[in-house]
């Protein structure tokens, strides 16, 4: 842990590591292992009210002053840090989170790639000219919101780090982020980059803590004018009534159950490892984790037979062991995994992967399960399992695909395997989802992407050039000047 010292049981406020206002701490668990890894700072509201009056200065200091290129110069830089340090925070996510290194190395590129983004954007978004009345100039122009909250939870800390504080520092906001408790440690090392980069101080402060909390006195606070939250669904509903006290703008990243539609004209063999890897990757601890596959009957013994052959060679074990999959993320999260395995007793389950002999007893492993012949009203076909469990449907014909597919309270990713290109079109209009791939899923991580959902999946945008609006507020300015 170089980059946090032996004791990262800090805050980083205005670029300083200052301990938490309670000096209590919370113990990080190695879920590959079940030990204790470190600890880190049990941040308060206090710790928060000092982070957001941080981030309040700097808007009105160095930071505020900032061009829009100067802004980019510093999220360019560390993009840049971020790649020289790779290595070690693709190993510090791995013992904190338990991702497999190879995973973990992707979250490293894609939050540097994040960087680049937002750094070439923030010196691209401009307001209008707007055609008005003889005698007027009327024009708009992007404004920061001021200080932004951020809460973030556990599977991504830094791909979502990077899709959420970077788009708000590209606009000029000063961000305050509270990690999940979870997973605190890269998101505290992003902290220390930033720094070395040059980012001003307090335009970026994180409080580690947990989230009933710190992340509650983060959404209620009345000088935080715009709130990121991604999480599950209930805590959504918390922080929604929270910010909606100050009449606050909010983006929802929360969770899903996506699918993915095989239909009889399919390539069966480009589609089968994003079938299977889009329901396991990050140990199927993912919001657009596509947990659903809904296979045509002409194909579908097929498609059951060549899924079953491929979870069955899958491996988990210790993240640095870097197999398939690596444990989930605490015992909690295994027992709430287990639990669904236990309603679904009663399905048809295929297939199997198999936990390494080298997993040590205290990780919490779960061997990846696929279900065949799952009705699609069962609370396995309907709930987020945020583990790696799939679930295989038959249907007939393309009217009643669209009705499983549509037929659960979210809506935030789905993918058509055909060949028909009429038939992409229509269901890339029908299907209920923030983002819908053909022939593929997930697009390679899709820093370019804009990407969020509908219904229980949340609101607003984050990712892509899109991210930027949601993170600033129009002004339009008309001035009559006569003719
Ligand atoms: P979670 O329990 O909702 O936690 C998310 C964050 O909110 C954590 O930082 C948590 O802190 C904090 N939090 C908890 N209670 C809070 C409260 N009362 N007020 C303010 N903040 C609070 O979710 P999780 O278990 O960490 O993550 C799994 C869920 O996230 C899944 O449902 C998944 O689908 C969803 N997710 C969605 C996306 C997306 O982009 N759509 C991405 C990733 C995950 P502590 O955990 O430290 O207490
Ligand atoms: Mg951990």
Not at 78 to 88: K, P, V
Not at 214 to 237: C, E, I, M, W, Y
């Amino acid at each position: 842990m170089k980059l946090l010292g032996n004791n990262p049981a800090f805050c980083f406020i205005n670029n300083e590591w200052v301990p938490g206002c309670s000096a209590q701490r919370v113990p990080v668990i190695n879920p590959s292992n079940g030990e204790v890894l470190c600890e880190i700072a049990r941040g308060t509201a206090d710790d928060i009210d000092i982070a957001v009056m941080a981030a309040q200065a700097a808007l009105e200091g160095d930071w505020g002053r900032a061009s829009a290129a100067e802004r980019g110069r510093v999220l360019h830089n560390i993009g840049a840090i971020i790649l020289d340090h790779a290595e070690e925070l693709a190993e510090l996510e791995a013992h904190d989170v338990g991702k497999p290194l190879k995973q973990a190395r992707a979250d490293v590129v894609a939050l540097a790639r994040y960087m680049e983004f937002y750094a070439g954007a923030a010196d691209k978004v401009h307001g209008a000219t707007i055609p008005y009345l003889n005698g007027y100039t009327v024009y708009t122009m992007r404004e920061p919101h001021g200080v932004t909250g951020h809460i973030i939870p556990w599977n991504y800390p830094m791909q979502i780090i990077g899709r959420s504080v970077g788009a708000a520092l590209a606009m000029g906001n000063a961000a305050v982020l509270k990690p999940a408790e979870e997973a605190c440690l890269t998101a505290l090392a992003f902290g220390e980059l930033a720094r070395l980069a040059g980012l001003p101080k307090g335009a970026l402060n994180i409080v580690p803590g947990f989230g009933a909390e710190a992340g509650n006195a983060l959404a209620q606070h009345p000088l935080v004018r715009h709130v990121s939250f991604t999480g599950s669904v209930d805590v959504g509903k918390l922080i929604q009534e929270s910010t909606a006290h100050h009449v606050v703008p909010l983006t929802l990243e929360l969770g899903g159950k996506s699918p993915q539609l095989v239909f009889e004209d399919a390539d069966i063999d480009v589609a089968l490892p994003f079938l299977v890897n889009a329901g396991i990757q990050n140990a199927g601890q993912t919001c657009s984790a596509s947990s659903r596959i809904l296979v045509q009957r002409q194909i579908y013994d097929q498609i059951v037979e060549a899924m079953t052959q491929m979870y069955t060679d899958l491996r988990v074990g210790p993240a640095m062991d870097d197999l398939d999959l690596g444990p989930v993320i605490s015992k909690r999260q295994k027992e709430i995994v287990e639990g669904y395995l236990d309603r679904g007793r009663d399905l048809n389950l295929v297939a199997k992967g198999q936990v390494s002999a080298s997993a040590p007893e205290g990780g919490s492993y779960v061997a990846p399960v696929l279900f065949a012949d799952v009705p699609p009203d069962h609370v396995l076909a309907q709930e987020e399992i945020f583990g790696p469990v799939q679930v295989v449907i038959p249907f007939d014909d393309e009217t009643e695909a669209l009705a499983i597919a549509n037929g659960t309270q979210f809506g935030l990713v789905a993918s058509v395997w055909s060949r028909d290109g009429a038939r992409q079109m229509r269901l890339a209009k029908k299907l209920r989802a923030g983002q819908v791939f053909l022939n593929n899923y997930g697009a390679g991580g899709g820093v370019e992407l804009p990407f969020g959902g509908t219904g229980l999946s949340g609101h607003g945008r984050e990712k892509g050039f899109e991210a930027l609006y949601g993170f600033s507020s129009l002004k339009t300015v008309a001035a009559l000047h006569g003719s």
